[in-house]
Nanobody, 122 residues
Framework: QVQLVESGGGLVQPGGSLRLSCAASGSIVSINTMAWYRQAPGKQRELVATITSGGRSNYADSVKGRVTISRDNAKNTVYLKMNSLKLEDTAVYYC????????????????WGQGTQVTVSS
């Protein structure tokens, strides 16, 4: 079994910063892609940023230049540092991790965090 635990959300003023964390634990053999998604009220879940096992990252146009995704492979943790936050960044943020576990060495299963609320408000 694998568990993902997110932390770091909260209330922040426009222009402020937050750092989200998502730590994976359990029967992990290896971790492939890690990513952050978000879902605002009344909207579909959207991709914010991804990072490969080799460290290559990609970002949604809406967050480019303001957000940095990173990972610590030794800690099985992915981070999302968000700067210059805007009202429209308000959403529940979910981490996504593709993990190879001891149950099946040939396949990476999808795992999702429980979500953490980010509210940008003055």
């Amino acid at each position: 079994q694998v568990q993902l635990v997110e932390s770091g959300g909260g209330l922040v003023q426009p222009g402020g910063s937050l750092r989200l964390s998502c730590a994976a634990s359990g029967s992990i053999v290896s971790i492939n892609t890690m990513a952050w998604y978000r879902q605002a009220p009344g909207k579909q879940r959207e991709l914010v940023a991804t990072i490969t096992s080799g460290g290559r990252s990609n970002y949604a146009d809406s967050v480019k230049g303001r957000v940095t995704i990173s990972r610590d492979n030794a800690k099985n943790t992915v981070y999302l540092k968000m700067n210059s936050l805007k009202l429209e960044d308000t959403a529940v943020y979910y981490c996504y991790v593709a993990i190879v576990t001891t149950q099946n060495y040939a396949y990476a299963y999808d795992y999702w965090g429980q979500g953490t609320q980010v509210t940008v408000s003055s």
